[in-house]
């Protein structure tokens, strides 16, 4: 994102509207939302070769979980919503740990029972 401007800033995460823009802090820039006031990480100027701070701060504010569960490897079908695949594998997943905290659970109470 070169010479990112307001218009490249994706909508607030809390509130909604697209009302996000890149303010001068002291020593950098943040993104501030103009309706609810959100913001996201002061990015402060740093040494000259660094990227200029507002460029960072538009890239944080524009983060979003959904950036990193790009980077994951997961199923095909994650961004589906309520796959009945995903589901079924995280309910397994959630019953085998919850078996296995129970199994602990249980040898721990036995070594103490007496
Ligand atoms: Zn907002």
Redesign the pocket.
């Known amino acids: 994102m070169t010479g990112a401007t307001d218009s490249d800033l994706l909508p607030?995460?809390?509130?909604?509207?697209e009302?996000?823009r890149v303010r001068h802090i002291r020593d950098g820039h943040k993104v501030v939302?103009a309706?609810?006031?959100?913001s996201g990480p002061p990015q402060y100027h740093g040494r000259a070769d660094d990227e200029p701070a507002r460029i960072r701060a538009a890239s944080s504010w524009n983060q979003r979980i959904g950036n990193a569960a790009d980077t994951l490897d997961l199923p095909e079908d994650y961004h589906e919503p309520a796959s009945r695949h995903v589901v079924e594998r995280f309910l397994t997943t959630m019953r085998q740990r919850l078996a296995y905290l129970e199994a602990t659970a249980l040898k721990e109470a036995s070594s103490h029972a007496d």
């Open positions: 607030c995460p809390f509130c909604g509207i009302s996000a939302c309706s609810c006031q959100a």
